[in-house]
Every structure is written in C-alpha cells, then in structure tokens.
T-cell receptor
Framework: QKEVEQNSGPLSVPEGAIASLNCTYSDRGSQSFFWYRQYSGKSPELIMSIYSNGDKEDGRFTAQLNKASQYVSLLIRDSQPSDSATYLCAAPPYGQGGKLIFGQGTELSVKP | EAQVTQNPRYLITVTGKKLTVTCSQNMNHEYMSWYRQDPGLGLRQIYYSMNVEVTDKGDVPEGYKVSRKEKRNFPLILESPSPNQTSLYFC??????????????FGPGTRLTVL
C-alpha cells in the first residue's frame, strides 16, 4: 500500500511567522504532489501543486519537492489566523492515473 | 459559478435501506471521484471515473457502487448501508484524470449517518 505521511500536529505558530508543513511519500515513482487546505467542517481546497524538484511559489505559499528524499513541504510565510486549518498532502501512485492518496493532514493553528 | 454540487448534504438512514448520493459538476471535467473522510483515517478514495462509462476502484470500494452515464454526474450508491459507512463523503472533479493534471475540486460534502 502506497503511503503519504504527515505529522498530525497540531502545529502552532505565532501570527507573522513562517509555518512549515512536511510530507513524505513511499512511492518513488510518484510524479505530482498536491497541497489542500481544509477548514473545519468544510471541503478540501487545492492551494498548491508541484511536479518537479525545487521550489514553487504562489503568494505567501511555497511548495518544495525533493524526489530523492521523497519529501514535499509547504511553507506559509507571514502566517495569519485565517491560515488556521488542516493541510492535506496528496500524491497519485505511479502508473495509477486517477488514484490519489492523501496524508492524514497537519492541523495548523496561527495565534494572534 | 463553477462548482461541484452534492445532494443531500445531510442524511440519516437505517441499515439496509438503499440510498443514492448525487454529485454533479458544471465545469465539463472528464474526471470525477468519491472519497470518504473519517477521524483518524483521513480522506480515502472510494471510486473514480476517468470519463463517461469508465470507472475504477479506489482504496475502499466495498459496499459502494457508482455509475458515469453522463459527463457531469457521478452518483454514489449504497445498496445496503451499514453503520460502518457512517462518514463524511466528498465528491471531486478535475479537468483530466492523469496524475500530473489531477488537480481536484471538491464538493461541499455529504454527512451520512447509518443507524
């Protein structure tokens, strides 16, 4: 069973700090990775996708991928209380287009 | 407005009474999928569909059926619901199902309770 693993948290950071969320995956063949944000009682919302090694920036969000280490992370700069949510990492297993494996999510709390 | 809709949003039923949860998207997406979310177990994929008349099992398909007769609709059928199917269900869609492009948009969720 291919796995995507995340620390469940909760991760608590002060307002304005950088929040760092981490994810590891077991399928070395996975080619694309997704970060979703889920507010309590709401549906997941895609915030970042990354397909190649290195960094990808979008506003206050930066996704980092290291395929050799099978590691993907999400950095949130200048964290705001509105960023408090659960962040889900997801990856499709190699050769199984259509399947998507989610990690259990990391709960982030940004304190004013 | 581009969206994925699910109905009903909340449902309480009894063991063995067949039910259908509908899912519809208005974005002309090829790919659709169903998930269930349970505390401590996260989001798990039930079934997915790469296109009309093409469906395949996810990680937890037992006890569920799906069909994809039209591009916009992907209903989830529980022929004989059991209490262990009490969960929060999400439908999702994406333009393409191939892994590199599978950026999924989620519906609002259906909270199902089976007594």
């Amino acid at each position: 069973q291919k796995e995507v693993e995340q620390n469940s948290g909760p991760l608590s950071v002060p307002e304005g700090a950088i929040a760092s969320l981490n994810c590891t995956y077991s399928d070395r063949g996975s080619q694309s990775f997704f970060w979703y944000r889920q507010y309590s009682g709401k549906s997941p919302e895609l915030i970042m996708s990354i397909y190649s090694n290195g960094d990808k920036e979008d506003g206050r969000f930066t996704a980092q991928l290291n395929k050799a280490s099978q590691y993907v992370s999400l950095l949130i700069r200048d964290s705001q209380p509105s960023d408090s949510a659960t962040y889900l990492c997801a990856a499709p297993p190699y050769g199984q287009g259509g399947k998507l494996i989610f990690g259990q999510g990391t709960e982030l709390s940004v304190k004013p | 407005e581009a969206q994925v809709t699910q109905n009903p949003r909340y449902l309480i039923t009894v063991t063995g009474k067949k039910l259908t949860v509908t899912c519809s998207q208005n974005m002309n997406h090829e790919y659709m999928s169903w998930y269930r979310q349970d505390p401590g177990l996260g989001l798990r994929q039930i079934y997915y569909s790469m296109n009309v008349e093409v469906t395949d099992k996810g990680d937890v398909p037992e006890g569920y059926k799906v069909s994809r007769k039209e591009k916009r609709n992907f209903p989830l059928i529980l022929e004989s619901p059991s209490p262990n199917q009490t969960s929060l269900y999400f439908c999702a869609s994406s333009l393409y199902g191939q892994s590199s492009y599978n950026e999924q948009f989620f519906g609002p969720g259906t909270r199902l309770t089976v007594l």
